[in-house]
Protein backbone atom coordinates (compact mmCIF):
# COMPACT_ATOMS: atom_id res chain seq x y z
CA UNK A 1 0.00 0.00 0.00
CA UNK A 2 2.80 2.40 0.70
CA UNK A 3 2.99 2.75 -3.05
CA UNK A 4 -0.55 3.73 -3.59
CA UNK A 5 -0.12 6.40 -1.06
CA UNK A 6 2.73 7.80 -2.70
CA UNK A 7 1.15 7.43 -6.43
CA UNK A 8 -1.45 9.45 -4.42
CA UNK A 9 0.59 12.30 -2.81
CA UNK A 10 2.46 12.02 -6.20
CA UNK A 11 -0.64 13.05 -8.47
CA UNK A 12 -2.29 15.45 -6.26
CA UNK A 13 1.98 16.85 -6.07
CA UNK A 14 1.51 16.97 -9.81
CA UNK A 15 -1.70 19.41 -9.58
CA UNK A 16 -0.42 21.93 -7.18
CA UNK A 17 2.47 22.33 -9.15
CA UNK A 18 0.31 23.43 -12.39
CA UNK A 19 -1.36 25.54 -10.32
CA UNK A 20 1.70 27.55 -9.34
CA UNK A 21 1.74 26.01 -6.17
CA UNK A 22 4.95 24.68 -4.33
CA UNK A 23 3.07 22.14 -1.72
CA UNK A 24 -0.49 21.36 0.59
CA UNK A 25 -1.55 21.61 3.59
CA UNK A 26 -4.16 18.76 4.05
CA UNK A 27 -6.00 18.91 7.14
CA UNK A 28 -9.40 17.21 6.67
CA UNK A 29 -8.78 14.10 8.27
CA UNK A 30 -10.57 11.80 5.66
CA UNK A 31 -8.04 13.56 3.55
CA UNK A 32 -4.90 13.03 5.48
CA UNK A 33 -5.91 8.97 5.83
CA UNK A 34 -6.34 8.57 2.04
CA UNK A 35 -3.12 10.14 0.93
CA UNK A 36 -1.13 8.60 4.05
CA UNK A 37 -2.76 5.93 5.11
CA UNK A 38 -3.97 6.68 8.52
CA UNK A 39 -5.30 10.15 10.10
CA UNK A 40 -4.07 10.23 14.30
CA UNK A 41 -6.40 12.47 16.51
CA UNK A 42 -5.21 16.13 15.08
CA UNK A 43 -2.28 15.03 12.34
CA UNK A 44 -2.14 17.03 9.64
CA UNK A 45 -0.31 16.45 5.98
CA UNK A 46 2.17 18.84 4.56
CA UNK A 47 2.70 17.13 0.73
CA UNK A 48 6.04 19.65 -0.80
CA UNK A 49 7.50 19.66 -3.60
CA UNK A 50 9.92 16.90 -2.55
CA UNK A 51 8.89 15.46 0.88
CA UNK A 52 5.96 14.84 2.25
CA UNK A 53 5.86 14.91 5.82
CA UNK A 54 2.79 13.94 8.53
CA UNK A 55 2.36 16.19 11.63
CA UNK A 56 0.81 14.77 14.86
CA UNK A 57 0.35 16.53 18.43
CA UNK A 58 1.61 13.07 19.68
CA UNK A 59 2.98 9.71 18.38
CA UNK A 60 0.71 7.93 15.76
CA UNK A 61 -1.09 4.34 18.23
CA UNK A 62 -1.70 2.30 15.20
CA UNK A 63 -5.21 1.20 16.49
CA UNK A 64 -7.83 0.42 14.10
CA UNK A 65 -9.91 3.98 13.85
CA UNK A 66 -6.51 5.81 12.96
CA UNK A 67 -5.72 3.12 10.23
CA UNK A 68 -2.39 2.20 9.10
CA UNK A 69 0.30 4.47 8.18
CA UNK A 70 2.74 4.62 5.10
CA UNK A 71 5.90 3.15 7.19
CA UNK A 72 8.02 5.07 4.35
CA UNK A 73 6.26 8.52 5.13
CA UNK A 74 8.13 10.93 7.49
CA UNK A 75 6.25 11.68 10.58
CA UNK A 76 6.84 15.07 12.87
CA UNK A 77 5.41 14.53 16.16
CA UNK A 78 5.55 18.10 18.08
CA UNK A 79 7.09 18.18 22.02
CA UNK A 80 4.47 20.87 23.43
CA UNK A 81 1.30 19.59 23.45
CA UNK A 82 -0.51 23.05 23.15
CA UNK A 83 1.23 23.12 19.26
CA UNK A 84 -0.76 23.28 16.51
CA UNK A 85 0.13 20.96 13.43
CA UNK A 86 -0.95 22.88 11.04
CA UNK A 87 1.10 26.19 11.94
CA UNK A 88 4.27 23.53 12.40
CA UNK A 89 3.21 22.24 8.81
CA UNK A 90 3.28 26.02 7.73
CA UNK A 91 6.43 27.06 9.06
CA UNK A 92 8.37 24.06 7.70
CA UNK A 93 6.51 25.22 4.08
CA UNK A 94 8.21 28.56 4.53
CA UNK A 95 11.54 27.09 5.77
CA UNK A 96 12.29 25.01 2.86
CA UNK A 97 11.43 28.44 0.85
CA UNK A 98 8.15 27.20 -0.53
CA UNK A 99 6.46 30.67 -2.23
CA UNK A 100 2.98 29.45 -1.75
CA UNK A 101 1.05 26.72 0.22
CA UNK A 102 -2.58 25.30 -0.85
CA UNK A 103 -4.53 24.95 2.01
CA UNK A 104 -8.11 23.43 2.04
CA UNK A 105 -10.22 26.66 3.10
CA UNK A 106 -13.12 24.75 3.48
CA UNK A 107 -12.02 22.81 6.46
CA UNK A 108 -9.94 25.27 7.98
CA UNK A 109 -11.16 27.69 10.85
CA UNK A 110 -10.92 31.59 10.28
CA UNK A 111 -8.30 31.19 13.26
CA UNK A 112 -6.31 28.79 12.10
CA UNK A 113 -5.83 30.17 8.85
CA UNK A 114 -4.66 33.47 10.30
CA UNK A 115 -2.66 31.73 12.82
CA UNK A 116 -0.98 30.36 9.34
CA UNK A 117 -0.38 33.96 7.99
CA UNK A 118 0.75 34.66 11.14
CA UNK A 119 3.91 31.88 11.34
CA UNK A 120 4.58 32.71 7.42
CA UNK A 121 3.86 36.32 6.20
CA UNK A 122 5.76 35.62 3.22
CA UNK A 123 4.36 32.23 1.98
CA UNK A 124 0.88 32.92 0.15
CA UNK A 125 -1.81 30.87 0.93
CA UNK A 126 -3.85 29.30 -1.68
CA UNK A 127 -7.32 27.28 -2.05
CA UNK A 128 -6.59 23.99 -2.70
CA UNK A 129 -10.61 23.51 -3.03
CA UNK A 130 -12.12 19.90 -3.27
CA UNK A 131 -8.93 18.25 -5.16
CA UNK A 132 -8.40 15.42 -2.87
CA UNK A 133 -12.60 14.71 -2.23
CA UNK A 134 -12.16 14.86 -6.35
CA UNK A 135 -9.45 12.35 -6.25
CA UNK A 136 -11.32 10.06 -3.91
CA UNK A 137 -14.60 9.61 -6.03
CA UNK A 138 -13.29 6.87 -8.11
CA UNK A 139 -12.42 4.01 -6.16
CA UNK A 140 -9.23 1.14 -6.96
CA UNK A 141 -9.91 -2.59 -6.45
CA UNK A 142 -8.36 -2.27 -2.96
CA UNK A 143 -10.90 -0.39 -1.56
CA UNK A 144 -13.87 -1.85 -3.12
CA UNK A 145 -12.53 -4.82 -1.02
CA UNK A 146 -12.97 -3.22 1.96
CA UNK A 147 -16.09 -1.79 1.06
CA UNK A 148 -17.70 -5.15 0.04
CA UNK A 149 -16.48 -6.94 3.14
CA UNK A 150 -18.04 -3.41 5.08
CA UNK A 151 -20.99 -4.50 3.55
CA UNK A 152 -20.85 -8.07 4.54
CA UNK A 153 -20.82 -7.15 8.20
CA UNK A 154 -23.53 -4.90 8.04
CA UNK A 155 -25.64 -8.02 6.08
CA UNK A 156 -24.41 -10.28 8.82
CA UNK A 157 -25.87 -8.48 11.50
CA UNK A 158 -29.18 -7.58 10.34
CA UNK A 159 -29.80 -10.68 9.22
CA UNK A 160 -29.45 -12.02 13.08
CA UNK A 161 -31.63 -9.22 13.74
CA UNK A 162 -34.40 -10.81 11.83
CA UNK A 163 -33.95 -14.37 13.46
CA UNK A 164 -34.68 -12.80 16.71
CA UNK A 165 -37.99 -11.83 18.26
CA UNK A 166 -38.75 -8.30 17.58
CA UNK A 167 -42.07 -7.56 19.79
CA UNK A 168 -42.02 -5.52 23.18
CA UNK A 169 -38.12 -4.22 22.56
CA UNK A 170 -37.40 -0.78 21.93
CA UNK A 171 -35.87 1.02 19.54
CA UNK A 172 -32.85 2.01 21.03
CA UNK A 173 -32.04 -1.78 22.33
CA UNK A 174 -32.35 -2.65 18.88
CA UNK A 175 -29.80 -0.35 17.31
CA UNK A 176 -27.61 -0.63 20.52
CA UNK A 177 -27.97 -4.13 19.45
CA UNK A 178 -27.14 -3.71 15.52
CA UNK A 179 -23.96 -2.12 16.26
CA UNK A 180 -22.63 -4.53 18.43
CA UNK A 181 -22.65 -7.17 16.28
CA UNK A 182 -21.19 -5.26 13.56
CA UNK A 183 -18.14 -5.27 15.91
CA UNK A 184 -18.10 -8.72 16.62
CA UNK A 185 -18.63 -9.53 13.06
CA UNK A 186 -15.13 -7.74 12.23
CA UNK A 187 -16.14 -3.95 11.80
CA UNK A 188 -13.91 -1.31 13.75
CA UNK A 189 -17.31 0.48 14.45
CA UNK A 190 -20.57 1.68 13.01
CA UNK A 191 -19.91 3.66 10.13
CA UNK A 192 -22.67 6.26 11.70
CA UNK A 193 -25.32 6.17 14.35
CA UNK A 194 -28.05 3.24 13.72
CA UNK A 195 -31.02 4.24 13.03
CA UNK A 196 -34.25 2.01 14.16
CA UNK A 197 -37.66 3.42 13.63
CA UNK A 198 -41.09 1.21 14.49
CA UNK A 199 -44.71 2.58 13.33
CA UNK A 200 -45.17 5.78 13.29
CA UNK A 201 -41.17 6.73 13.43
CA UNK A 202 -40.55 3.95 10.14
CA UNK A 203 -39.23 5.39 7.14
CA UNK A 204 -38.08 8.82 8.51
CA UNK A 205 -34.47 9.67 7.18
CA UNK A 206 -32.13 9.81 9.81
CA UNK A 207 -34.26 9.05 12.82
CA UNK A 208 -32.99 9.01 16.51
CA UNK A 209 -33.98 5.49 17.95
CA UNK A 210 -36.40 6.37 20.74
CA UNK A 211 -37.53 4.09 23.83
CA UNK A 212 -40.99 3.30 21.25
CA UNK A 213 -41.53 -1.07 21.65
CA UNK A 214 -42.14 -2.45 18.70
CA UNK A 215 -45.85 -3.48 18.03
CA UNK A 216 -47.25 -6.16 16.36
CA UNK A 217 -48.39 -4.60 12.51
CA UNK A 218 -45.83 -2.35 12.88
CA UNK A 219 -43.63 -1.23 9.81
CA UNK A 220 -39.85 -1.62 11.21
CA UNK A 221 -37.36 0.80 9.39
CA UNK A 222 -33.61 0.01 9.75
CA UNK A 223 -30.71 1.58 8.50
CA UNK A 224 -26.89 0.78 9.61
CA UNK A 225 -23.69 0.17 7.89
CA UNK A 226 -20.04 -0.94 9.03
CA UNK A 227 -17.01 0.88 9.05
CA UNK A 228 -14.27 -1.50 7.88
CA UNK A 229 -10.59 -0.15 8.07
CA UNK A 230 -12.01 3.16 7.63
CA UNK A 231 -14.30 2.64 4.69
CA UNK A 232 -18.00 2.98 5.61
CA UNK A 233 -21.20 1.33 3.94
CA UNK A 234 -25.09 1.41 4.34
CA UNK A 235 -27.64 -0.82 3.92
CA UNK A 236 -31.42 0.20 4.89
CA UNK A 237 -34.43 -2.10 5.18
CA UNK A 238 -38.16 -1.90 6.43
CA UNK A 239 -40.02 -5.11 7.26
CA UNK A 240 -43.74 -5.34 9.35
CA UNK A 241 -43.93 -6.99 12.73
CA UNK A 242 -45.64 -10.08 13.32
CA UNK A 243 -48.40 -10.10 10.86
CA UNK A 244 -49.42 -10.14 7.41
CA UNK A 245 -48.65 -6.50 6.21
CA UNK A 246 -51.92 -4.36 5.87
CA UNK A 247 -52.93 -3.22 2.28
CA UNK A 248 -51.61 0.15 2.12
CA UNK A 249 -48.35 -1.26 3.41
CA UNK A 250 -48.00 -3.22 0.53
CA UNK A 251 -48.91 -0.78 -1.59
CA UNK A 252 -46.59 1.84 -0.62
CA UNK A 253 -43.94 -0.66 0.15
CA UNK A 254 -44.11 -1.78 -3.45
CA UNK A 255 -43.86 2.56 -4.51
CA UNK A 256 -40.79 2.74 -2.84
CA UNK A 257 -39.20 -0.56 -4.29
CA UNK A 258 -40.22 0.54 -7.70
CA UNK A 259 -38.45 3.89 -6.85
CA UNK A 260 -35.33 2.09 -5.52
CA UNK A 261 -34.95 -0.18 -8.50
CA UNK A 262 -35.61 2.04 -11.12
CA UNK A 263 -32.28 4.40 -9.04
CA UNK A 264 -30.12 1.51 -9.51
CA UNK A 265 -30.96 0.47 -12.77
CA UNK A 266 -29.60 4.13 -13.29
CA UNK A 267 -25.96 4.00 -12.03
CA UNK A 268 -23.91 3.46 -15.17
CA UNK A 269 -20.90 5.05 -16.62
CA UNK A 270 -21.87 8.68 -18.34
CA UNK A 271 -25.12 8.67 -16.39
CA UNK A 272 -25.21 12.34 -14.95
CA UNK A 273 -26.02 12.60 -11.29
CA UNK A 274 -29.18 14.52 -11.57
CA UNK A 275 -30.88 11.53 -14.20
CA UNK A 276 -30.49 9.11 -11.43
CA UNK A 277 -31.95 10.56 -9.12
CA UNK A 278 -34.86 11.84 -11.32
CA UNK A 279 -35.14 8.26 -11.98
CA UNK A 280 -36.07 7.14 -8.49
CA UNK A 281 -37.88 10.38 -7.78
CA UNK A 282 -40.36 10.39 -10.58
CA UNK A 283 -41.95 7.18 -9.60
CA UNK A 284 -42.66 8.62 -6.13
CA UNK A 285 -43.30 11.83 -7.32
CA UNK A 286 -45.91 10.65 -9.61
CA UNK A 287 -47.58 9.02 -6.57
CA UNK A 288 -48.46 12.03 -5.01
CA UNK A 289 -45.33 12.31 -2.54
CA UNK A 290 -43.21 14.99 -4.04
CA UNK A 291 -43.38 17.11 -0.95
CA UNK A 292 -42.04 14.25 1.64
CA UNK A 293 -39.18 13.42 -0.28
CA UNK A 294 -35.97 13.93 0.63
CA UNK A 295 -32.94 16.50 -1.36
CA UNK A 296 -31.68 13.61 -2.58
CA UNK A 297 -31.85 10.14 -3.66
CA UNK A 298 -28.34 9.04 -2.68
CA UNK A 299 -24.53 9.93 -2.24
CA UNK A 300 -20.92 8.61 -2.50
CA UNK A 301 -19.36 6.15 0.22
CA UNK A 302 -15.56 6.05 1.49
CA UNK A 303 -13.76 6.92 3.68
CA UNK A 304 -16.56 9.29 4.58
CA UNK A 305 -20.85 7.89 4.81
CA UNK A 306 -21.84 11.05 2.70
CA UNK A 307 -19.22 12.12 -0.04
CA UNK A 308 -19.12 13.11 -3.17
CA UNK A 309 -21.00 12.07 -5.91
CA UNK A 310 -24.38 13.41 -4.27
CA UNK A 311 -27.10 12.41 -6.01
CA UNK A 312 -29.63 15.28 -6.49
CA UNK A 313 -32.06 17.02 -8.58
CA UNK A 314 -29.67 20.05 -9.15
CA UNK A 315 -26.21 17.99 -8.53
CA UNK A 316 -23.72 18.76 -11.53
CA UNK A 317 -21.47 16.04 -12.85
CA UNK A 318 -21.78 12.34 -14.34
CA UNK A 319 -20.79 8.79 -13.48
CA UNK A 320 -17.26 7.42 -13.53
CA UNK A 321 -17.23 3.62 -13.36
CA UNK A 322 -15.42 2.25 -9.79
CA UNK A 323 -17.76 5.01 -7.18
CA UNK A 324 -19.81 3.64 -4.75
CA UNK A 325 -22.79 5.18 -4.34
CA UNK A 326 -26.15 4.56 -2.13
CA UNK A 327 -29.63 4.49 -3.36
CA UNK A 328 -31.76 5.41 -0.53
CA UNK A 329 -35.31 6.82 -1.68
CA UNK A 330 -37.94 6.61 1.11
CA UNK A 331 -41.36 8.03 1.97
CA UNK A 332 -42.88 8.92 5.42
CA UNK A 333 -46.60 9.15 6.38
CA UNK A 334 -46.65 11.71 9.52
CA UNK A 335 -48.57 9.22 11.96
CA UNK A 336 -48.68 6.27 9.87
CA UNK A 337 -44.75 5.09 9.67
CA UNK A 338 -42.97 4.82 6.08
CA UNK A 339 -40.66 2.71 3.55
CA UNK A 340 -36.91 3.12 3.47
CA UNK A 341 -35.17 0.78 1.45
CA UNK A 342 -31.30 1.42 0.97
CA UNK A 343 -28.46 -0.17 -0.89
CA UNK A 344 -25.00 0.49 -1.73
CA UNK A 345 -23.56 -0.24 -4.97
CA UNK A 346 -20.30 -0.02 -7.41
CA UNK A 347 -21.05 1.52 -10.57
CA UNK A 348 -20.10 -0.85 -13.21
CA UNK A 349 -20.30 -0.92 -17.32
CA UNK A 350 -22.87 -2.53 -18.89
CA UNK A 351 -20.44 -4.98 -20.54
CA UNK A 352 -19.10 -6.16 -16.74
CA UNK A 353 -22.92 -6.75 -15.42
CA UNK A 354 -23.59 -3.19 -14.61
CA UNK A 355 -24.20 -2.05 -11.13
CA UNK A 356 -22.42 -4.39 -8.50
CA UNK A 357 -24.59 -4.50 -5.49
CA UNK A 358 -23.06 -4.67 -2.45
CA UNK A 359 -25.61 -5.08 0.22
CA UNK A 360 -27.61 -8.51 -0.55
CA UNK A 361 -30.31 -8.59 2.56
CA UNK A 362 -33.46 -9.49 0.92
CA UNK A 363 -35.44 -6.40 0.10
CA UNK A 364 -38.83 -8.55 0.11
CA UNK A 365 -41.31 -7.74 2.50
CA UNK A 366 -41.25 -9.77 5.35
CA UNK A 367 -43.73 -10.18 8.17
CA UNK A 368 -41.14 -10.88 11.12
Known amino acids: MSDVYAARRGLLRDRCAAAGNAAALITRPANVRYLSGASPLGAVLLVGPTDDVLFCAGAPTGEADEGRLDEHLRVSVLGN????????????????RADSLAVEEHHLTVGRHRALRSVAPRLRLADLGSAVEQQRLVKDEEEIACLRIAAEIADQALGELLESILVGRTERHLALELERRLVDHGADGPAFPTSVGTGPHSGRSLHRPSDRRVEEGDFLSVCLGANYRGYRCEIGRTFVIGTSPADW????????????RAGREALLPGAAYRDVDHAARSVLDSAGHAEALAPSTGHGVGLEIDEDPQLAPTAMGKLDACVPVTVEPGVHLPGRGGVRID???VVRPEADGGPELLTITTKELLAL
Do not use: E, K, N
Request: net charge negative; proline share 6%.
Open 81 to 96: PGADPAVAAADMAAAV
Open 249 to 260: QIALYDLVFSAQ
Open 343 to 345: DTL
